[in-house]
């Protein structure tokens, strides 16, 4: 198998904590260059992960002049997203950016548009589809063990988990609080399972009610409330074309003691994910509860490893490198997750429904 040589853009939390240690398991990957504005980051990545000959940059368009590389991984705060990944492909390689894809639909599209001309990869850092029991699920409605799916709840709540550190409470370069945060997986993850990019509308309600109060009680520390700019909890109603609904429930800090499980109900069956599967339906006039243990056979590729999500994304990232295969995120359905996510924010502001063309 050959070498493929990687390029890491953004050497903070989400690189150290994801990104760099699973690609690093990863036999035929060489991390080769890194690109941070803080040097003494880029410097330490190196140091961890890096070729005894990587090179270190401050400014990201240094490191994609280097030919030698194939792959890029973006992972700077979310504003950045488009631009450095639009550089990248355009520069011709192929580009990992963490989720979200991008804080506007405009720039999630033009991210598509980019990789389409450039004929180079584009997948996005949503590792919760990578998961068994996601994969599972999403081979039980594939088969269609469930039957039509007309109901899904998605909820990421946290009854006090606001992170403190970085830009996550900057509005401007993050693009909003835990709905772009976390809710941006957990509506990838469900319409992964259903299989269903067809939205016709979206309302979203968004609420700013804890973040005025210093919460010592918060799993990471307190907060100055006037730097607290984006919302604390935010709810969408998303309806499909085919008459579906999805109702996504995303916070940080919410009054609540059990944040749920993600829901799918059918015609034939429901299946709630609690970790393993509770799948609920009716046989023989009675009805009866299942549960199943997803393993790694549930997966597409790699179904004799116990990989975690984080290591099975990154390599599947790489197989469909080397193998020219579609990577299990592609670029288009991402694009949708951030349309539903904007639409969301521009419904709770104006207090209308927004229609999708």
């Not at 939390?13 to 040097?39: Q, R, S, T, Y």
């Not at 990587?54 to 030919?67: G, I, R, T, W």
């Not at 011709?92 to 979200?100: A, L, S, Y």
């Not at 997948?123 to 039957?147: E, P, W």
């Amino acid at each position: 198998m050959r070498t493929v040589k990687v390029g890491i853009i953004g050497c903070g939390g989400i690189a150290n904590g994801k990104h760099m240690p699973n690609l690093a398991k990863v036999e035929n990957v060489e991390i080769v260059a890194f690109c941070d504005i803080v040097m003494d980051r880029a410097k330490d990545a190196k140091k961890k992960y890096g070729t005894k000959d990587a090179k270190v940059f401050k400014n990201y368009k240094s490191l994609l002049e280097m030919d030698e590389i194939e792959v890029v991984h973006v992972l700077t705060h979310n504003s950045a997203h488009a631009k450095i990944t639009i550089a990248a492909l355009n520069a011709g390689k192929h580009v990992m950016c963490e989720k979200p894809m991008a804080t506007t639909s405009k720039e999630a599209r033009a991210m598509c548009d980019a990789a389409k001309k450039s004929g180079k990869k584009l997948s996005i850092g949503y590792q919760t589809r990578s998961t068994t029991s996601f994969q599972a699920a999403r081979n039980m409605v594939k088969n269609g063990d469930l039957g039509e799916i007309y109901y899904c709840k998605a909820p990421a709540l946290r009854r006090r988990g606001a992170p403190t550190w970085g830009v996550f409470l900057d509005k401007e370069k993050q693009g909003g609080g835990p709905m772009i945060d976390i809710g941006t997986h957990s509506i990838d993850a469900a319409l992964f399972v259903m299989n269903n990019y067809d939205v016709e509308s979206v309302t979203g309600t968004t609420f700013r009610k804890l973040a005025d109060t210093a919460m010592t009680t918060n799993e990471w520390g307190s907060w100055k409330s006037e730097e607290f700019v984006v919302e604390d909890c935010a709810i969408g109603h998303v309806k499909f074309k085919n008459g579906a609904i999805m109702i996504v429930e995303a916070s940080w800090l919410l009054n609540i003691e059990n944040p749920g499980h993600t829901v799918f109900c059918g015609t034939k069956a429901g299946i709630e994910m609690r970790g393993n599967i509770k799948i609920n339906g009716q046989k023989d006039d009675k009805l009866f509860t299942e549960e199943y243990k997803p393993t790694s056979a549930d997966r597409d590729l790699f179904k004799d490893k116990d990989y975690s999500a984080e290591e099975y994304e990154a390599r599947q990232w790489i197989h469909s490198i080397v193998n020219n295969v579609s990577p299990v995120t592609l670029p288009e359905q991402a694009a949708v997750v951030s349309e539903i996510i904007e639409a969301i924010y521009k419904s709770a502001a104006s207090g209308k429904t927004i229609y999708f063309k």
